[in-house]
Structures are given as C-alpha cells and as structure tokens.
C-alpha cells in the first residue's frame, strides 16, 4: 500500500525558515517524480517545487532515495505562504498525495 507521510510544519515568524519533509513506503521511491504542492484557504492547490527546481525561488526542494524521502526548505516565509502543503509521487499514470502538512506563518 502507498503511503506519503508529511512532516514538519507548523507556526512561524515572517522571516523564518521551516524544513518539510515527507517519507514514502509501499513505492519503489527512486523511479517517482517528487513534487510538493500547497493550498491556502479558499485557494486552488498550486506547485510549490518539483524535482531540483523551484517555483518559487525561496523555497528548495531535495530528495534521499536511499531514505526514501523529499525534503522542501522553505527560507524567507510570508504570511501569504500560510497553506497546507502535500507532497506529490507520480509516475505515469500513478500519481499519489499524502494528507498534508499545515504551515502558518504569522507574528
């Protein structure tokens, strides 16, 4: 069974930096395109980051096949990058979410 499993959200200071992770199991990890999204309150789901490219310039995505994981390193966060942010696994036709992790960032 595929599971995605987010982790290291939370509340942070306009400024700050926060590092998400997010672990894969069920899947051979190494042979999926690895992506992180985000969805804001009232707001569509939007691409963050996706293999070794960002989007957004302030945020760096990464990936430890041999830990199975991907990493987002978000610097400089603005409140308007409040968001539940999922990781994405896709290959072809798969294509898997994890459940999110909440990000709020306010003073």
């Known amino acids: 069974q595929v599971e995605l499993v987010e982790s290291g959200g939370g509340l942070v200071q306009p400024g700050g930096s926060l590092r998400l992770s997010c672990t894969g199991s069920?899947?051979?990890?190494?042979?999926?395109?690895m992506s992180w999204y985000r969805q804001a309150p009232g707001k569509e789901r939007e691409l963050v980051a996706t293999s070794a490219e960002s989007v957004e310039g302030r945020f760096t995505i990464s990936r430890d096949n041999a830990k199975n994981t991907v990493y987002l390193q978000m610097n400089s966060l603005k409140p308007e990058d409040t968001a539940v942010y999922y990781c994405?696994?896709?290959?072809?036709?798969?294509?898997?979410w994890g459940r999110g992790t909440r990000v709020t960032v306010s003073s």
């Open positions: 994405n696994a896709r290959r072809f036709q798969e294509n898997y």
């Open positions: 069920g899947f051979t990890f190494s042979d999926y395109a």
